[in-house]
């Protein structure tokens, strides 16, 4: 009997060890802690960038003289998981991305107060945005292509520019403008 105790005990304290651990890697895993928030671009197929902002308001902007040459910026650090994408600028703040095949760029602002801006020539670069706003106020501009822009919750201002674009504000009451083309316009009754 006391023998079988002896054993028992460091099996006990194995068991609350590797629970310990696993509650550790667990933790770790799922991001847990002050962690930098980053605009990643993500391992993803040809033709399509997509990227993933922070749960942060985010400025978001997009640049470019050729629709497979485009650079990305804003007031936060990119990180790429592409390999034809390279985070530059000294701060990082940056992201230069070269697809000779890239169609469309799909952006997932998240949660925070949201900011997607196509600049100068890009506008019509022909390249198509597809864009979510996540929860809170988010402002979206789109391109000359045939976009697809997606307020989400918060109070929202998305503007199409040309071509057949797709709004929808989403919840709350929302500022849409479709601009020129056979727009398809959801959800916007501010
Ligand atoms: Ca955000
Ligand atoms: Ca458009
Ligand atoms: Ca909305």
């Known amino acids: 009997m006391r023998q079988g105790l002896r054993f028992r005990r460091p099996h006990l304290l194995a068991l609350v060890g590797a629970l310990a651990c696993g509650a550790l890697t667990a933790a770790l895993a799922s991001g847990a802690g002050p962690g930098p928030r980053l605009i990643t671009l993500k391992a993803g ?3 399509r960038v997509i990227l993933k ?3 942060g308001g985010d400025l978001v902007r997009i640049a470019g003289s ?3 040459d485009v650079t990305f910026g804003g007031d936060r650090q990119y990180t790429s998981q592409r390999t034809d994408c390279t985070v ?3 701060a990082m703040t940056n992201a230069v991305c070269s697809d000779p095949d890239l169609e469309t ?3 997932s602002l998240g949660d ?3 900011e997607l801006k196509v600049e100068g020539d ?3 670069s022909g390249v198509r945005i597809k864009a979510s706003g996540g929860p809170r106020d988010d402002r979206l501009r789109g391109s000359d292509a ?3 822009l997606d307020g989400d919750g918060g109070r929202d201002e998305l503007l199409g520019r040309g071509g057949n674009d797709h709004l929808d504000g989403g919840a709350d009451d929302d500022d849409c403008r479709g601009g020129p083309g056979g727009d398809s316009i959801r959800n916007c009754e501010g």
Do not use: F, N
Request: zero cysteines.
């Open 112 to 114: 925070g107060r949201d």
């Open 146 to 148: 045939r976009d697809d």
């Open 105 to 107: 760029i799909d952006v």
């Open 66 to 68: 050729a629709p497979g």
């Open 122 to 124: 890009y506008i019509s």
């Open 45 to 47: 197929p040809e033709a």
């Open 53 to 55: 902002a922070s749960d």
């Open 88 to 90: 530059t600028g000294p």
